[in-house]
Nanobody
């Protein structure tokens, strides 16, 4: 079973950038589709991005072109580079792992939040 710990959350001004990291232990992330989700107060959890075991990436329309997901299997870590941040990006960001090796599965699970393991989350606050 994989354990996930997020880091890198912070308070930033609009237009700024942040990089979140998700460190995994207990299992290698090479066997998992990895994803980032976020949840703002009073709103449902939203799938932000996922990356398949083969490196295919998928993004929500709201972050396309601004956010980049990457994985370093040697470090057992997944990253989320966020740029051009705005107040609507304010949320708790969660890292997650899904036991699927297919690109189709990795993309569909981002939409359904069908991931098997979750981190505790890291807070991102964006203000003017």
């Amino acid at each position: 079973q994989v354990q996930l710990v997020e880091s890198g959350g912070d308070s930033v001004e609009a237009g700024g950038s942040l990089r979140l990291a998700c460190a995994a232990s207990g299992s290698t992330i090479a066997d998992y589709c990895m994803g980032w989700f976020r949840q703002a107060p009073g709103k449902e959890r939203e799938g932000v991005t996922s990356i398949s075991t083969g490196g295919a990436t998928y993004y929500a329309d709201s972050v396309q072109g601004r956010f980049t997901i990457s994985r370093d299997n040697a470090k057992n870590t997944v990253y989320l580079q966020m740029t051009s941040l705005g107040p609507t990006d304010t949320a708790t960001y969660y890292c997650a792992a899904a036991a699927t090796r297919t690109n189709t599965g990795c993309r569909s699970r981002l939409q359904t939040a069908g991931f098997d393991h979750w981190g505790q989350g890291t807070q991102v606050t964006v203000s003017f």
